[in-house]
């Protein structure tokens, strides 16, 4: 199998086998393949996914119950795991801040979706996912704020905003997917950046990598109050209960916007990068290794 022709290809001694995600492969390793820990992670709700709901929570649970430990990227999933396993921690996900912050302290390329563009623009950078993302609330959002942009950045594989006719209003632009490195310029550009979820048993497992990314450039960020890990933000990020909430803290994020916010925002994001997610990694696998 694969992972034995690598071992043996490039003479691996020791090595922590994780596997992320995939409970449909290799949930027991053959006996010969003794890595130091197996580590299973999880990074969704596996049971609200109609591709992975039949077979995956039966899978995952092999997967968590054979790992000597697991890692969950939210505070729901951490929940949801510990029924399978004691041996659970949370480690959720981070943002390249560092790329994110040339949107705060250097002078980017404006997009050509907004030249010649003098109106605020609120901003949603992520995928245009069926499942997660509230379009009703977006709708809401393009007629409330019709003196505004409504810029959505992102792959949109279903197209479902069109079912809502969000293609046909005047101040919705809508982009499609862009590269990573991109991205840094269309939030330069925006006054409000948003991210617009229902609320429900798929995004209360979510981690929201987004914010991160959001606070780095310094932009003010409202979203709705999808899951126990956005609460955590709730002194960087303005966090809505209704739509009607979210509509006017829009309005309020923007009029409140200053320097000082924007530095706040930035620091805030600056402790939820890689770097710091690696550490806390080998202070969770550290001591298994140990007990080894």
Not at 30 to 43: A, G
Not at 138 to 165: N, Q, R, W
Not at 211 to 235: C, H, K, M, Q, W
Not at 251 to 256: D, G, L, N, R, T
Request: aromatic share 12%; charged share 30%; with cysteine.
């Amino acid at each position: 199998m694969t992972i034995s022709r690598i071992i043996k290809d490039y003479d691996v001694k020791k090595y922590i086998f994780i596997n992320s995600f995939n409970p449909f492969y290799v949930r027991q390793l053959p006996e010969k393949i003794r890595p130091l820990l197996k580590i299973y992670q999880t990074v969704d709700d596996i049971a609200q996914s109609g591709y992975t709901s039949k077979h995956g929570p039966r899978l995952e649970k092999k997967a968590v119950a054979s790992a000597d430990l697991t890692l969950a990227t939210s505070q729901q999933l951490t929940k949801l795991m510990k029924a399978y396993s004691s041996e659970v921690h949370y480690l959720p996900n981070a943002a390249d801040v560092e790329l994110f912050k040339t949107a705060a302290f250097t002078k980017l390329d404006q997009p050509n979706e907004l030249e010649g563009n003098e109106k605020k623009v609120i901003g949603y950078v992520g995928n245009l996912d069926r499942l997660r993302v509230d379009y009703l609330l977006l709708k809401k959002i393009a007629e409330f704020h019709s003196d505004k942009i409504l810029l959505l950045v992102g792959p949109s594989k279903y197209e479902t905003y069109k079912d809502f006719g969000l293609d046909k209003y005047p101040n919705v632009v809508i982009t499609g997917g862009k590269k990573l490195e991109e991205l840094p310029g269309y939030l330069q550009n925006i006054n409000c950046a948003i991210i617009p979820f229902v609320c429900n048993e798929l995004t209360k497992s979510i981690y929201p990598l987004k914010v991160n990314e959001y606070l780095a450039t310094g932009t003010p960020v409202v979203s709705s109050r999808f899951s126990d890990d956005i609460n955590d933000f709730r002194d960087a990020a303005y966090l809505a209960d209704s739509h009607e909430d979210f509509l006017n803290k829009i309005e309020e994020a923007i009029k409140s916007d200053n320097e000082e916010n924007r530095k706040f925002r930035i620091q805030f994001a600056e402790k939820n990068t890689w770097s710091a997610r690696v550490k806390s990694f080998w202070e969770i696998v550290g001591p298994y290794i140990e007990s080894k």
